[in-house]
């Protein structure tokens, strides 16, 4: 699953590489985005900013109210659930990223492989969004089975990568369409397996629903 990815390009420069229209108000993200914080997505043809994962309400032992978990991937094969369902449907939308980390190593010294696709300064995976009252309006990214992918050495899930060939039937195409792009990537994968610790703070949040 993926809990942190890499976002470099402004917003005016996505819209140019995706053929959309910058949303009125700027946006404010940093470069590598985690759960629960703010990144860009392309939706109903505009660039906007959104805060990454579905809000998951949580109470505590005594039924109190807990601060929401921000459920920031969406398995494919659960996409039809009613946590997604109605989101799926209706609000897809293309996440733009330049690379996905994952946490690699032994427990409590994990470090963070990035993998991107070879020469690909920008590149989509598929997502779905909605409003919320808790983060106001949120996306996931919707995760497959790595098997038969590059990625798979890495973790047994990876998101779903678009071709711009098929961005259209991701985000306009019917259910069924968009539920056969769900697979892992077979072409080629850059893996930058790295030295740099996985948790700083915010890369300690995950959630996979």
């Known amino acids: 699953m993926c809990n942190l990815y ?7 420069e ?3 590489w995706f053929d959309a229209i910058a949303a009125a108000g700027g946006a404010n993200f940093g470069e590598e985005v985690y759960p629960g914080y703010p990144g860009l ?7 906007r900013q959104m805060n990454w994962g579905y809000p998951l309400v949580m109470k505590g032992k005594n039924g109190q109210p807990l601060k929401p978990k921000p459920v920031n991937n969406a398995r494919t094969d659960k996409l039809d659930s009613f946590f997604w ?7 897809r939308c293309l996440i733009p990223l330049s690379a996905w980390a994952e946490a690699q190593g032994k427990k409590g010294a994990m470090t963070r492989t990035w993998l991107s696709l070879p020469d690909a300064e920008l590149f989509a995976c598929a ?26 050495d890495v973790h ?6 678009l071709r711009p060939e098929d961005y259209a039937g991701w985000v306009s195409g019917s259910p069924e369409d968009a539920k056969a792009l769900c697979a892992a990537w077979n072409g ?17 949040q995950r959630s996979l629903l």
């Open 85 to 91: 369902r109605y989101s799926f449907e209706e609000r």
């Open 14 to 16: 996505v819209a140019k």
């Open 156 to 161: 047994s899930r990876m998101p779903v990568l």
């Open 127 to 152: 997502g779905v969004w909605r409003d919320s009252d808790e983060f106001g309006t949120c996306y996931s990214m919707v995760m497959t089975d790595s098997a038969g992918s590059a990625a798979s």
């Open 41 to 47: 997505v392309v939706a109903d043809g505009q660039v």
């Open 188 to 204: 080629d994968l850059k893996i930058d397996r790295t030295d740099d610790p996985w948790v700083r703070g915010a890369a300690s």
């Open 6 to 12: 890499r976002m470099t390009k402004n917003a005016d």
